[in-house]
């Protein structure tokens, strides 16, 4: 399967380094080949039309900061010409989510899809903001659109909703979707000021470069548009979501929060309206976890109300995710 990986970073790498690790039993047990055509970051790009050598693709960008000196002659394809010019089956887009216009990745699946190309997304901006008219273009190019990763990491959470929970009808949701706020949250609960709790968690590289887009809601509030198209058929976008961060939440809320057997938490909820904003739940509830974790507790018509507990972010986890959907992309070729 010929694919185009936009973006190299954290997942971009350590999907290529899954895929070099695990090249025999995925061909054993899936008959899945991974060729890895072209790669680009944001500095260059490196080609191969027969598939590129994986191994030495990461060394290059170590080395180097970039994959364009992956060949002696580099050449000189933005993202666009090369999907443009270059044959692939999927498109991968890694890039980084901005929610002012989800470029460069919008510029990337738009033209993949237009092209023929099946897409994965891990990128969540583009979704963010145009959730229904893309699906709509993959619709009407007859190519499949994956975004597994987009939501909860590797924790397979828009899995759940849509097939385990087949036949139902899931009538509400609310979940803790920013393992960053939650880290924050928690450690203000362990005494913590606001300001500590953030240098902390910068300090483990746990903030977006744009910190915003963890504390003022964005992140949580992009899942939460992926969730309500996804799972529950709205058609929304950001400006659809009611969104409040944790920047105002005080050592004192959280002490008054304890006196009730409850912590504060950022919740992603979809019942009469979708929204992103802090909470009192009760500590015995089973949403309540803490740390970087997520949560997501989805009450349906007749099967009640269960709860998904993993891991929301990591580079291998949110690769893992991919693998996911390549792997049902090859299923679904196969089988038409
Ligand atoms: N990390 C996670 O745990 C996680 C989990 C779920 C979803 N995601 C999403 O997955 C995406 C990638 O995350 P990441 O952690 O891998 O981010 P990252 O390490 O910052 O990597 C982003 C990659 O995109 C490239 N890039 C940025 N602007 C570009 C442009 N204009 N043209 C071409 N390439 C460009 C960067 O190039 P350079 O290498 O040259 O800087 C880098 O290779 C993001 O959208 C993120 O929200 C991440």
Request: net charge neutral; with cysteine.
């Amino acid at each position: 399967m010929r694919i185009i990986l936009c973006g190299f970073g954290v997942v971009g790498q350590s999907l290529v380094k899954l895929f070099v690790s695990r090249s025999e039993d995925l061909y054993a047990k899936y008959g899945l080949k991974p060729r890895v055509v072209g790669v680009f970051d944001s500095k260059g790009s490196a080609v191969d039309q027969s598939g590129l050598d994986l191994e030495k693709l990461i060394l290059v960008k170590k080395e180097f900061g970039t994959v364009k000196n992956y060949a002696k002659t580099k050449n000189n394809y933005s993202g666009l010409d090369m999907i443009k010019n270059i044959d692939a089956d999927v498109l991968i887009e890694t890039t980084a989510s901005n929610y002012k216009d989800a470029e460069p990745g919008m510029t990337h699946i738009t033209n993949a899809m237009k092209s023929g190309m099946h897409v994965i997304s891990v990128n969540k901006g583009p979704l963010a903001l145009a959730f229904p008219s893309l699906m709509e273009l993959a619709t009407y190019n007859q190519v499949m659109f994956k975004f597994s990763g987009t939501v909860g990491g590797g924790t397979p959470i828009l899995d759940y909703a849509k097939n385990s929970l087949k036949g139902e009808r899931i009538t509400s949701f609310a979940g803790i979707l920013n393992g960053t706020t939650n880290y924050i949250l928690t450690n203000m609960a362990n005494g913590l000021s606001f300001d500590a709790a953030l240098n902390d968690a910068k300090s483990k590289g746990y903030v977006e470069a744009d910190e915003s887009l963890d504390l003022d809601g964005l992140d949580a509030a992009a899942k939460l548009v992926i969730l309500a198209n996804w799972v529950m058929d709205m058609k929304v976008t950001m400006p659809d979501i009611k969104c409040t961060g944790i920047r105002k939440v005080t050592t004192e809320n959280i002490k008054n929060a304890a006196k009730k057997k409850c912590a504060v938490k950022l919740i992603a909820s979809c019942n009469k309206e979708l929204e992103v904003s802090p909470k009192e739940i009760s500590v015995d509830d089973p949403l309540c976890v803490n740390g970087t974790l997520n949560a997501i507790a989805f009450t349906s018509e007749h099967s009640g109300t269960q709860t998904i507990i993993g891991k929301g972010a990591g580079g291998m986890e949110t690769a893992s995710s991919i693998l996911r959907d390549l792997l049902d992309i090859r299923q679904e070729i196969a089988r038409t």
